[in-house]
């Protein structure tokens, strides 16, 4: 189980990073935008 989890974590925090940008992009779009 705990693999599992270190599996998922592992694959949020890559995603996290390869998307970083774009989603800081987006929602500080969205939080200008009101």
Do not use: D
Not at 6 to 29: D, K, N
């Amino acid at each position: 189980m705990r693999k599992v989890c270190a599996a998922i974590f592992s694959a949020a925090i890559c995603l996290a990073v390869s998307g970083a940008p774009a989603w800081a992009s987006e929602h500080q779009s969205t939080l200008s935008a009101g």
